[in-house]
């Protein structure tokens, strides 16, 4: 029997041996509270068990209860440090459902109007020349139909945090018509959602929604910071090597890069509470937290997807986007979702309102990406009495342990590209170091230490590599992202300047 054969047989084995000692109904009937929760815990436990991932999380909510919350694995591998209830997981993009909730209930406050001119909302932002700006709304940059090129806003929120969030208005000028009038997801409609909160309440977005979201929802230990938090307690992102093992990653993260669009650290438990709230139309625990109409408001579809890819992600159709949240459905069940990635990473957040039974998984390894929706379906086809829910979950499970070797692979296929791109440069190392700077996204510094050129941008620094000597080309690395530098050569003496997708660096003299 070969090597993949046998990772689904044992698949097949054991979860099905865990399904028979649950004694779960094989068709029909609602399961109960406990069944389920010890069905998904030991899916959930799976994940880690078998290697695709070093840590994973589960949280589930049904009725109103959180009846499972549990962590498994190493927050940290290299050093050996476990997941414990009290760990911070790291949300990424789902932390626009916060930004979009709190711009809902500003706006139903009457503090905000999402359909009022953008200019009126940001009478001091800079737009660019070929923007009609006076015809944004802020409910369009929620819905991710703006319609602008948002790298210059995103590449200092998400990675670099080069350029203070205090200047962000002003950056917007550099957001030129993208040339499309899709629904197109992206950042820049949450950073711009936080600078219309910055816009009417003096302490800020996070500190707005520190005391009017996370404080009356006892959510308090989520936080759209890093300082003052004690870094043993996060879920490390990890790599994949090509010889299968996954040592931990730097969380570049700091308070510069925790931003509006992607940046909170939260526990399992918080999760399920901001879950809770959502699926009970504003009640947590039988108390009224928020008006029913926020939520009812924050979950409304304000624009259709245009674009067949976008339809459909994993098991799950999506038919367009509320103020923070993905809409569609599963199974023709109504859903309402969130998720996220970063490095490594993964973040799921869902939830299905006619069932009143939502789901929050959360990884650290790159081959488990999609392991947070094989748990989060499993969770959903049980509670439905779905017949074939055992036999689905035992599928998808075997896939993703296929995966792992592949992925695995294509590490090692990476590393030799990369390898190969390491010619001699065309130029003597020292000519392509300097201070280079840009008015739209900061300091890019780049000296010679041991023969080698070490970058600093922003928040972050690293090692350039070789990407295509020919063109005087240097790959950077931001976050698992790469990003390509051409430098720009006189005749004769250092680079002039720095080219980095049609943005321009210029030497300091």
């Not at 890819?309 to 309402?336: C, H, K, N, P, T």
Request: charged letters at 20%.
């Amino acid at each position: 029997m070969s090597p993949r054969l046998s990772c689904r047989a044992a698949a097949a084995f054991v979860l099905l041996s865990a399904f028979a000692m649950l004694d779960l109904p094989a068709q029909g009937p609602r399961p109960s509270a406990a069944s389920l929760a010890a069905a998904v815990d030991s899916l959930a436990r799976r994940v880690v068990t078998a290697g695709l991932a070093p840590a994973f999380g589960v949280a589930v909510v049904m009725d109103g209860r959180t009846i499972l919350s549990a962590g498994y694995g190493q927050a940290d591998r290299s050093r050996d440090i476990p997941v414990r209830p009290n760990t911070l997981w790291y949300i990424a993009s789902t932390s626009k459902s916060f930004t979009g909730f709190a711009t809902v209930l500003l706006a139903t406050e009457g503090a905000l109007d999402l359909d009022a001119p953008i200019t009126r909302v940001l009478p001091q932002a800079a737009w660019h020349r070929d923007v009609q700006a006076d015809a944004l709304t802020l409910q369009r940059f929620l819905a991710h139909t703006h319609h602008l090129n948002d790298g210059v806003i995103v590449t200092s929120a998400a990675f670099t945090g080069a350029m203070p969030e205090s200047q962000w208005p002003t950056l917007l000028r550099h957001s030129a018509p993208a040339g499309h009038t899709d629904l197109i997801y992206s950042n820049l409609g949450y950073n711009v959602a936080a600078m219309a909160i910055d816009a009417v309440r003096p302490e800020g977005w996070r500190r707005f929604m520190e005391t009017r979201i996370y404080a009356p929802l006892g959510m308090h230990d989520t936080h759209a910071r890093v300082s003052g938090l004690d870094r043993d307690r996060i879920a490390m992102p990890h790599d994949l090597r090509p010889d299968g093992s996954q040592p931990t990653l730097p969380f570049v993260k700091t308070d510069a890069t925790m931003n509006s669009a992607g940046g909170h650290l939260a526990t399992l438990d918080d999760l399920a509470r901001w879950v809770r709230v959502q699926l009970d139309s504003g009640l947590l625990d039988g108390r009224r937290v928020f008006a029913k109409e926020v939520i009812a408001r924050s979950h409304r579809q304000i624009a259709a997807q245009t674009r067949e890819q976008s339809r459909r992600f994993a098991f799950f159709d999506r038919s367009g986007w509320a103020a923070g949240w993905d809409i569609g459905s599963y199974e023709g069940e109504r859903m309402v979702s969130r998720f996220g990635s970063y490095s490594s990473t993964r973040s799921h957040l869902s939830m299905l309102p006619g069932r009143r039974i939502g789901v929050v998984a959360m990884t650290t390894g790159r081959a488990a990406s999609t392991a947070t929706d094989v748990v989060a379906a499993y969770a959903y086809d049980l509670e439905a009495g779905r017949p074939d829910a055992r036999a689905r979950a035992e599928s998808r499970f075997a896939a993703l342990l296929d995966q792992l070797p592949r992925a695995a692979r294509q590490a090692a296929a990476s590393d030799s590209v990369r390898a190969a791109r390491q010619q001699p440069l065309l130029r003597p190392v020292d000519e392509f170091a300097g201070v280079y700077t840009s008015d739209a996204l900061g300091t890019l510094a780049l000296q010679v230490v041991d023969g080698r050129l070490q970058w600093r941008w922003g928040v972050l620094a690293g090692v350039a590599e070789v990407f295509d000597a020919a063109r005087h080309a240097l790959r950077i690395e931001l976050s698992s992202s790469g990003y390509v530098l051409t430098f720009v050569f006189p005749e004769r003496g250092p680079a002039q300047a720095i080219l980095l997708d049609g943005m321009r660096f210029d030497r300091v003299p």
